[in-house]
């Protein structure tokens, strides 16, 4: 599933940019990606799509985030034991790690947070949480800033430890 999403990444710049599910579904066919695959990329997209929608004119406008979702300055998210186990360390890790640099707002986190939940298996791996926050920020139509972008793309499978 997350070839196709990075596929969708790649090809359609921006969220509203995406076609319709049957469209987009009969292009990933024709890409070569097999039908199970699709049809889990498929249903995950609209996951994101609705709670993309459902969050969008508070996030363009500035207008406030509806109570269940806002969140004071000194508030702490506190993650479930399922959250946890499914998460697991290395992407609950780096989720925090975004939102102490200040890169990935509280409403975007808990899009992601949702979006990982919708994934089978656990632990996430951090690179598939990576994909899921790289397409939060597409589902909004933004690009993460450079730096960002680069620790969400980079392959950190050749790093050597110092």
Same mark, same amino acid.
């Given at each position: /599933?997350?070839? &196709? ?13 995406? %076609?319709?599910?049957? !469209? ?5 066919? *024709?890409?070569?990606?097999? %039908?199970?695959? $699709? !049809? ?11 709670? *993309? !929608? ?16 806002? !969140?004071? @300055? =000194? ?5 479930? &034991?399922?959250?946890? @186990? ?9 989720? $925090?790690?975004?939102? *102490? ?11 992601? &947070? ?8 656990? %632990? ?6 990576? $994909?899921?926050?790289? /397409?939060?920020?597409? +589902?909004? =139509? @933004? ?13 950190? +499978? ?5």
């Amino acid at each position: /599933m997350f070839e &196709v999403l990075v596929y969708v990444y790649e090809n359609y710049w921006h969220g509203d940019a995406c %076609p319709e599910a049957q !469209q987009l579904g009969r292009k990933l066919s *024709a890409a070569g990606f097999e %039908p199970e695959e $699709i !049809q889990a990329a498929l249903t995950w997209l609209d996951g994101l799509h609705l709670a *993309a !929608q459902t969050l969008r004119p508070a996030a363009e406008e500035e207008a406030p985030l509806p109570a269940v979702l806002a !969140q004071s @300055e =000194g508030s702490l998210r506190v993650y479930s &034991v399922a959250e946890r @186990e499914h998460l697991g360390a290395d992407a609950l890790g780096f989720l $925090i790690f975004l939102e *102490a640099a200040g890169v990935l707002p509280p409403y975007m986190r808990e899009i992601a &947070v949702d979006r990982a939940m919708a994934v089978p298996g656990e %632990p996430l791996m951090l690179d598939d949480l990576k $994909i899921i926050v790289l /397409m939060v920020y597409w +589902s909004f =139509g @933004e690009e993460p800033d450079a730096l960002v972008l680069d620790e969400l793309c980079d392959d950190t +499978s050749g790093r050597l430890p110092h």
